[in-house]
Each structure stands twice: as C-alpha cells, then as structure tokens.
C-alpha cells in the first residue's frame, strides 16, 4: 500500500509546484523508493486536448495516448517514470464521468452530489495503482481558495482521514522580500495556511519559495504561526537551472522532512550521484551552441517545453550549452525578408509541431534554407510534413505541394495533398481503444507507436536500433505514394510504420543531419538519458560551428 503526498499551493500561481513535486519523486528514488506522480487540475476543460498552446502551454502526450498538463513533462524527465492515462485527471473530467454514471443510473435514483460523488470519483482516482508504488505524490493545480479546486481539497482532507497515518501535506507558497524593511515577509503564507486549515487541512511541510536565505528567526515564526515543525520549514530558493532542484531541496532537508513526517526512522542515505553528474554537465559546458526554432507559439517559451528540455539535455549530453532562440515562422513570409540574414550564424534549424497553417510558408522556407546551405535540421512532426512539402514543391516539382490541413482549414482546394487526413488508417487501427479518440481528437493518432528503420539509415544508426517506439499526436500524415518521386531527388523514407503504411522518418543521406520525424521524441528525453535523437542533433550543430 502506498503512501500518499498531496502538494498544494498557495499566496499566488506559478511558483513551481510541478517541479517541486518533481523534485521530491526524484529525492525519494534516490533513496530507494518507487514513486508515481499524478496532477489534479481543477479547470473544467476535459483534457487540455483543445486548449490552445497559449492558454496552457504544451500538451504533454502519454505512451497510452493521453493528452496530459506540462507538469507531467517534469514528473518524467524528473524521475524517468512514464506517465499513464490515469496520472492526469481534471474537474471536467471528473464531473462528465459523474454525470455519465448518473445518466446510467449507477447511482441508483440518488440525489448527485459534490459530497459524496464528486469526492469519491476523485477519491478512487487518487488511489488507482495503491499496491504498485511506494509513495504516490499528487499536485493539485491552481492555489488554495480557488473555488474550483474546493471539491479536490475536500477530498483529499477526506482521504487523509481514510488513510490515517498514510498521507502528508506539503504546501508551497512565496515569502516575498520587501525592499524598503529589509525583510522576507511570512504574513501571506501565514494566511494561505488559515485558508488550507480552514478546509480542514494542516500542512506537515512548508516550502517556501523565496529570493533570499530564510533567517533562523522567519522560519521559527512560520513555524509557530502554521503549526509545522521548523525543520519542515524548507527554503526553495531561485535556481540557475531546475535540474538542480533535487540536489538544493536535499540541501534544504526536503526528503529529511518529508521522511520524518511518516515516521520512516530506517530509509536509506540518497544516491544523489545521478543529480551530480547531471549538474555537472549543466554547469562546466565547454561550448556553446546555436539552435533557431522556427515556430509559431514562439512568444510561449511553455508552448514548446519539452523542446527545450530535450535541447538542453541534448547540450549535456555532449557538454555544450544549447542557446535556443525563437523564431516567428511568420516573419519568413513577407517577401522582403531575407531569410538568410536571419538565420545566418545558427548552427542548427528545428521546426516543431504545430496546427493549422499561419506560419507554413515560414517553415518551408526554414527547410529548404537548412537544406542548401548544409545546416542540420530537425523536423518534428509538423516541421516534418514541411520539410516534405519542401522537397515536393522544390525537388520533385509538384510546384502546388501542400498539406490537406491547410486545405480543410480554408474550405477549398489549393494543393495537390502530399500530406493528407490519416482517417481511414486510423479506422482500420484502433487496436488499442483510446480514450482520446473519444472527442475532438478523435481523428488524431495519439500516443506510443512503433517504426521500423531502413538498415543502414542515418537514423537507424542515431537509434542503434532498427525497432523503435515514439509518441504520436497529429491528424495528417505524409503520403506513401510520392515515396518513389521524392527518394528520387534524394530525400529518403528511413523509418515506416510496421505495416508499411504511414512514413515515420524522412532523412537526406548526402546532407550533413537532415531528419524530419512524424512523432515528438522530445516527450521521451531526459536529462540524465538524452534522447539519442537530440544527442546527434546537437553534436551535428557543434560540428558545424566548428566549420564556421
Ligand atoms: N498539424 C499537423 C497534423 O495534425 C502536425 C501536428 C503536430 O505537429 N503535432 O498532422
């Protein structure tokens, strides 16, 4: 039976919560344990499927094809675990289950209610997977006193009277420095702790997020005002990178306090060595390198979180710092512009994913300017289907190359569809029922995949493998059938869905690095396991500024 932390927040949003928790999972394996993390978010939105990048950040995709909260990004490349269907749940999901067992008649002619059968529809999502792990950390999103989050608090305050003894509560909240006393100020924390206790809850740790040292004399007061012991007043201090948490919350005492809140005399000292190496590389880098991606949520550094992550992860992997600049593919498309002076002095181009067609026109020129002048490239998923689009119109000739996306989207017919709706394959193989495929996204392909790689492939080499699994999540997919026409101009098809079907991975042998993948191996990349694919990638960048 597994042990429970519920991490909730306070004062204001944004403080971190997500890699605080992180951070603890990362802790507790170090120690020994096994963790899983989950993230309750209280908006009403199903799933964050249909949010746009800017409201949310990224979707985070699952193995099992769940489209989940950025957080769960950080549970993975924290403690390496993969994520499932089941570690992400909303109110809206939460209620639209309710209202589907009561239009069943589940609740055989009883009054619905938010006490009892919204809590226990949270309750049993909590403890789905109890006997598997260890300790089961669990985030509640947004802050305390929100009212849309009240359900969550009540039923984890109810499900901490069931587990007795099982569960702790770790609150995260801001000690603010005000400038003209000198002084860390602990009143809003002490307040959010009124407003958690006032729903029946007592924190067992404070963390405390703060732009200084909390003096001796703050932490006792905290303590004394929430009724925590002043060891578990735990200072989280601004940081150079986050995947130094885990080793500065161990210097706060984080895992100590959280130990001693269970009772747990016995665990055994961390292996922190793993973090070590990790911050190591972070901080001794013996280059630098320059990466431009050209997107379009460009002005949401959150909107293409894993990118970055994997980029970074990709620089530690060959002990350079990545320096990533956003680029607005719009910009591309004014006729003046000269693309050249733009991207001039980058030693690696990235196209991610995307949807609809603002800002295509912009990345089939990125493609093309990484093609001619020997820049490596990586296409992800959309930046795939343009550098495919790219060769197309401007190798094989099919002038009027385009997407069907863009087709759909405007309502007429102004390409010959290279890349065109996956619908029918999709049909054909649901062989896993995917909840996804449920809603709005249920034309997507979403989740873990397999392709098979061209022996002898520059990505099969990348891979060290010929069978590979990645994370999928788009609607259109590359034709088969202009296959023959463009290997013929030099752009290879070097990774194939098993049965043959779907293109997964076009690659230009006589290019120096120029892979375009139809999934997002981004998702699988950790700091302490660099994707293989951004290992290459950012060495090929580091080759080229030596060029220059
Ligand atoms: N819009 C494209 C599709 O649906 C690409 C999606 C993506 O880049 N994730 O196929």
């Given at each position: 039976m597994a042990r429970y932390i519920f991490i909730t927040g306070g004062v204001v949003s944004s403080l971190g919560k997500g890699l605080a928790s992180a951070s603890l999972g990362a802790l507790l394996q170090a120690r020994g344990y096994s963790v899983r993390l989950r993230k309750l978010d209280p908006y009403l939105n199903v799933d964050p499927g249909t949010m746009s990048p800017f409201e949310h950040g990224e979707v985070f995709v699952t193995d099992d094809g769940a489209e989940t909260d950025l957080d769960l990004g950080h549970y993975e490349r924290f403690t390496g675990v993969s994520c499932r269907k089941t570690d992400s749940v909303s109110s809206g999901r939460i209620y639209s289950d309710v209202l589907e067992k009561e239009r069943r008649g589940d609740y055989l002619g009883k009054t619905i209610q938010v006490i009892p059968h919204v809590t226990n529809q949270i309750k049993e999502f909590i403890e789905i997977g109890d006997d598997e792990v260890d300790f089961q950390l669990c985030e509640i999103g947004g802050t305390v006193g929100d009212i849309e989050a009240l359900p969550f608090f009540e039923a984890i305050r109810q499900f901490s009277q069931d587990k007795r003894g099982r569960c702790i509560f770790m609150h995260l909240t801001l000690l603010p420095y005000v400038a003209a006393a000198g002084e860390l100020k602990t009143k809003p924390t002490q307040h959010s702790v009124k407003e958690l206790r006032s729903i029946g809850i007592a924190p067992d740790i404070l963390m405390c997020r703060s732009e200084h040292e909390i003096p001796q004399k703050e932490r006792e007061k905290l303590a004394l005002f929430c009724n925590v012991r002043p060891e578990a007043v735990i200072a989280a201090l601004d940081l150079?990178?986050?995947?130094?948490?885990?080793?500065?919350?161990?210097?706060?005492?984080?895992?100590?306090?959280?130990?001693?809140?269970?009772?747990?005399?016995?665990?055994?000292?961390?292996?922190?060595?793993?973090?070590?190496?990790?911050?190591?590389?972070?901080?001794?880098?013996?280059?630098?390198?320059?990466?431009?991606?050209?997107?379009?949520?460009?002005?949401?550094?959150?909107?293409?979180?894993?990118?970055?992550?994997?980029?970074?992860?990709?620089?530690?992997?060959?002990?350079?710092?990545?320096?990533?600049?956003?680029?607005?593919?719009?910009?591309?498309?004014?006729?003046?512009?000269?693309?050249?002076?733009?991207?001039?002095?980058?030693?690696?181009?990235?196209?991610?994913?995307?949807?609809?067609?603002?800002?295509?026109?912009?990345?089939?020129?990125?493609?093309?300017?990484?093609?001619?002048?020997?820049?490596?490239?990586?296409?992800?998923?959309?930046?795939?289907?343009?550098?495919?689009?790219?060769?197309?119109?401007?190798?094989?000739?099919?002038?009027?190359?385009?997407?069907?996306?863009?087709?759909?989207?405007?309502?007429?017919?102004?390409?010959?569809?290279?890349?065109?709706?996956?619908?029918?394959?999709?049909?054909?193989?649901?062989?896993?029922?995917?909840?996804?495929?449920?809603?709005?996204?249920?034309?997507?392909?979403?989740?873990?995949?397999?392709?098979?790689?061209?022996?002898?492939?520059?990505?099969?080499?990348?891979?060290?493998?010929?069978?590979?699994?990645?994370?999928?999540?788009?609607?259109?997919?590359?034709?088969?059938?202009?296959?023959?026409?463009?290997?013929?101009?030099?752009?290879?098809?070097?990774?194939?869905?098993?049965?043959?079907?779907?293109?997964?991975?076009?690659?230009?042998?006589?290019?120096?690095?120029?892979?375009?993948?139809?999934?997002?191996?981004?998702?699988?990349?950790?700091?302490?396991?660099?994707?293989?694919?951004?290992?290459?990638?950012?060495?090929?960048?580091?080759?080229?500024?030596?060029?220059?």
């Open positions: 150079k990178s986050i995947y130094e948490a885990p080793l500065a919350y161990h210097r706060e005492g984080m895992d100590r306090a959280v130990l001693e809140a269970f009772n747990i005399i016995d665990a055994p000292a961390p292996d922190m060595s793993k973090w070590d190496d990790v911050a190591d590389r972070i901080f001794n880098p013996e280059g630098t390198v320059r990466v431009a991606i050209v997107g379009k949520y460009t002005s949401l550094g959150d909107a293409y979180k894993s990118i970055a992550e994997a980029l970074t992860h990709g620089g530690m992997h060959n002990r350079v710092k990545v320096k990533a600049e956003w680029i607005d593919a719009e910009l591309f498309e004014n006729k003046e512009d000269n693309i050249a002076a733009r991207l001039q002095g980058y030693n690696a181009i990235l196209v991610p994913g995307g949807f609809g067609e603002r800002g295509t026109e912009g990345k089939i020129k990125a493609a093309k300017y990484a093609r001619e002048h020997d820049i490596p490239y990586l296409g992800i998923c959309l930046g795939m289907q343009m550098a495919v689009i790219e060769a197309a119109r401007n190798l094989a000739g099919i002038t009027d190359a385009g997407s069907e996306e863009f087709d759909h989207e405007s309502g007429g017919k102004r390409f010959t569809p290279v890349v065109y709706h996956l619908k029918e394959w999709l049909e054909g193989n649901r062989t896993i029922k995917r909840e996804a495929d449920d809603h709005k996204g249920g034309t997507m392909r979403l989740g873990a995949y397999n392709a098979t790689l061209t022996p002898g492939s520059k990505i099969a080499e990348i891979y060290g493998s010929t069978a590979i699994s990645e994370r999928h999540r788009h609607r259109y997919e590359v034709d088969m059938s202009y296959r023959p026409q463009l290997e013929a101009k030099g752009l290879k098809f070097s990774g194939i869905s098993p049965d043959g079907k779907l293109p997964e991975i076009v690659e230009y042998p006589d290019h120096p690095w120029f892979i375009g993948v139809q999934f997002h191996p981004e998702l699988k990349s950790r700091p302490f396991k660099p994707h293989p694919l951004f290992s290459s990638f950012i060495k090929a960048a580091l080759k080229q500024s030596r060029l220059v």
